[in-house]
């Protein structure tokens, strides 16, 4: 296998599936099934999922709500989608563990890095929610964080497009995809990988991205196994 421990980052909307809002269960067990797969291989997996499928800060904010309490929903709704992805990995006899950034014992462990760091050699899936804990911060900077903090190999960044793109794939049908691209490339030609400050931390601590499409089915043990999926982003 390619990594030994990767920390998955999963958008919010991607939870959705074929509605309009909230959490599809059939999209989910899909998930559920493709994470047990790659950790049946022995592969430590660690997994930060986004809150939009409920509700984004920044979109509350753009109607008048004060930014910090939208951010804290968002929070919240990461914790939802955490606890939905635990209860789906479970069904299927994956141990798991959710952690959070802000405190919710009830509901799950507070984020404490050598507590993750046992649970994932022990092969526990560790969910991390709310965020990095803080307002104005993505759950992008929120995986990068994590990432570093934990030791992972590669940061895999499950979307609905098989990679990075020169333009927009959905918008411009000439554009073409990207194999492998630096850090200082995407810079330059002004490409839409992950928010600054993620992408900058990741930058910074040489911590490879790659951009790969979850919604078909295998493409996450293909990548694993070294097979030419997605965009690698590194130095």
């Not at 049946?40 to 509350?60: C, P, Q, S, T, W």
């Not at 919240?76 to 802000?102: H, P």
């Not at 990095?132 to 964080?145: K, Q």
Request: aromatic letters at 6%; glycine letters at 10%; zero cysteines.
């Amino acid at each position: 296998m390619q990594y030994k421990r990767i920390l998955l980052k999963l958008s919010g909307e991607a939870l959705m599936g074929e509605k309009q809002y909230g959490i599809d269960p059939i999209r989910i067990a899909e998930y559920a099934d493709e994470i047990k797969e790659v950790v049946a291989k022995g592969i430590e997996v660690a997994i930060v999922i986004g809150g939009g499928n409920i509700f984004r800060g920044l979109a509350g904010a753009a109607t008048g709500m004060d930014r910090v309490q939208g951010d804290h929903m968002g929070m919240l709704a990461t914790v939802i989608n955490g606890l939905a992805l635990q209860s789906a990995l479970e069904i299927k006899g994956v141990e798991t563990r959710l952690q959070s950034a802000i405190k919710i014992n009830e509901v799950a462990e507070p984020f404490i890095r050598r507590r993750a760091m046992r649970h994932l050699e022990k092969g526990r899936v560790v969910i991390f929610g709310g965020g990095t804990g803080n307002p104005y911060f993505t759950t992008d900077s929120a995986a990068v964080l994590r990432a570093i903090e934990i030791e992972a190999d590669v940061i895999l960044k499950g979307t609905r497009v098989d990679g990075i793109y020169t333009s927009d794939p959905e918008k411009d049908k000439t554009a073409t995809k990207f194999d492998s691209i630096s850090f200082a490339d995407v810079l330059l030609k002004g490409l839409k990988v992950m928010d600054t400050t993620a992408f900058t931390l990741s930058q910074e601590n040489e911590l490879p991205i790659v951009v790969f499409d979850m919604n078909t089915r295998g493409n996450l043990m293909k990548l694993l196994e070294g097979q030419n999926i997605g965009t690698t982003v590194n130095v």
